[in-house]
């Protein structure tokens, strides 16, 4: 992996190849190769796989870095100011580095448990690329990454805005009586939070920003919604309602959401999975239990707006079948795609396959990571 992380960290990083491309879409590059590389990739496989994205990106001076005004320039230091703004990408990239180097004294560790808390209420913000982004690098201790990751958290920041605040709601959190896909039931009939959401998308506030259609919805709902999110991810009941144990429920629940929806492999309730298992990588770094809680409690928020801005799809009981793959035909399937496959592929397969080699006794778990492997290599992706 070493190889690769240097890489990416230097001649394949976001110095070479900016963070979006297409106005919108985010620069899986590193995901992709990182994820392959934990499915024990051949090198060969992997150059192939980095051809086909690096084909698909745009350079650091392309069409989308220059709208967004990324290059440095001249910047206002109060790096604050640039919350959510959308621009210059690479000055906020240069910011984490040298908070890295001279405030933390290059413990990533340190900058992480210090920023994140920061940054996390807005993590949706860019489909919730910058919480992947950052997730991945600091699965492998990469400098590079994790500020890339920081900076496109802070970029694209677009954060959950409720009237109840820290821990005044944290305190039910996780303690309610409703299984979460009871809770998406209550959601999926609330047509008037659905309909709100339509409306909001129209105005000017969310148009002229120049999002995608599922980043506008998920905006509208986080900025103008955010109580009614909180309220329904306060209904649920979770197993353990502490620290870490939140947060491997949550990633439990985003594989049961994916397997359970009617539409099969849809493409954000993918990026449910590996943002929760981002988030789940970070966390770890975290100390201060409460402070996990309220993070998890955000990001089941996220998770809601995200079922919600997918149309709420009706969710049924995923079915195993008596013949399931093994999890060496998943490897020896996966490894053999052809390069141009969808990098998300790759990404569902490795958090599946993490899952369960930590998980080894759970074999109510074990199956249902084997369907979401099924699932996300027998279906087209749906976005």
């Known amino acids: 992996?070493?190889?690769?992380?240097?890489?990416?960290?230097?001649?394949?990083?976001?110095?070479?190849?900016?963070?979006?491309?297409?106005?919108?879409?985010?620069?899986?590059?590193?995901?992709?190769?990182?994820?392959?590389?934990?499915?024990?990739?051949?090198?060969?496989?992997?150059?192939?796989?980095?051809?086909?994205?690096?084909?698909?990106?745009?350079?650091?001076?392309?069409?989308?870095?220059?709208?967004?005004?990324?290059?440095?320039?001249?910047?206002?230091?109060?790096?604050?100011?640039?919350?959510?703004?959308?621009?210059?990408?690479?000055?906020?990239?240069?910011?984490?580095?040298?908070?890295?180097?001279?405030?933390?004294?290059?413990?990533?560790?340190?900058?992480?448990?210090?920023?994140?808390?920061?940054?996390?209420?807005?993590?949706?913000?860019?489909?919730?690329?910058?919480?992947?982004?950052?997730?991945?690098?600091?699965?492998?201790?990469?400098?590079?990454?994790?500020?890339?990751?920081?900076?496109?958290?802070?970029?694209?920041?677009?954060?959950?805005?409720?009237?109840?605040?820290?821990?005044?709601?944290?305190?039910?959190?996780?303690?309610?009586?409703?299984?979460?896909?009871?809770?998406?039931?209550?959601?999926?009939?609330?047509?008037?939070?659905?309909?709100?959401?339509?409306?909001?998308?129209?105005?000017?506030?969310?148009?002229?920003?120049?999002?995608?259609?599922?980043?506008?919805?998920?905006?509208?709902?986080?900025?103008?919604?955010?109580?009614?999110l909180l309220s329904y991810a306060n209904l649920t009941k979770a197993p353990d309602t502490t620290g870490l144990g939140l947060v491997t429920w949550l990633l439990r629940c985003s594989v049961q959401l994916y397997c359970m929806a009617e539409v099969k492999n849809d493409f954000f309730l993918l990026h449910g999975v590996t943002g929760t298992w981002a988030l789940s990588v970070i966390v770890q770094k975290l100390q201060d239990s409460d402070q996990v809680g309220q993070i998890c409690q955000v990001h089941l928020c996220i998770l809601i707006a995200v079922y919600i801005a997918r149309g709420s799809p009706s969710l049924t009981t995923p079915i195993s079948t008596s013949d399931p793959l093994s999890e060496s035909a998943i490897l020896d399937t996966v490894l053999s795609l052809p390069p141009e496959t969808d990098e998300h592929v790759y990404k569902m397969i490795q958090v599946c396959m993490a899952m369960m080699q930590e998980n080894r006794q759970d074999m109510e778990l074990q199956e249902l990571c084997l369907i979401a492997c099924r699932l996300v290599i027998n279906n087209k992706l749906i976005i």
């Open 1 to 228: 992996m070493a190889k690769w992380v240097s890489r990416l960290s230097t001649e394949l990083s976001t110095s070479n190849y900016y963070i979006l491309h297409g106005g919108f879409l985010s620069n899986h590059l590193s995901q992709a190769v990182i994820a392959l590389k934990k499915l024990g990739a051949p090198d060969t496989k992997i150059e192939e796989v980095v051809r086909c994205q690096v084909a698909k990106l745009e350079v650091k001076g392309g069409p989308t870095a220059r709208s967004q005004e990324a290059g440095a320039g001249n910047v206002d230091q109060d790096f604050s100011k640039l919350l959510g703004q959308r621009k210059h990408f690479y000055a906020l990239t240069s910011y984490y580095a040298n908070l890295l180097k001279t405030t933390h004294n290059g413990c990533l560790d340190s900058l992480v448990v210090t920023e994140f808390p920061k940054l996390y209420p807005g993590m949706v913000g860019s489909a919730l690329h910058g919480l992947i982004h950052t997730g991945y690098g600091m699965s492998e201790g990469a400098p590079q990454l994790v500020c890339e990751g920081l900076a496109y958290l802070h970029h694209s920041n677009a954060p959950l805005v409720t009237s109840t605040t820290g821990a005044k709601g944290l305190d039910k959190f996780g303690k309610g009586d409703l299984e979460l896909a009871e809770v998406l039931e209550k959601v999926r009939a609330d047509v008037g939070l659905r309909n709100d959401m339509l409306e909001e998308i129209k105005k000017d506030w969310i148009v002229e920003k120049g999002l995608s259609q599922f980043q506008n919805l998920c905006l509208a709902l986080v900025t103008k919604k955010g109580d009614t």
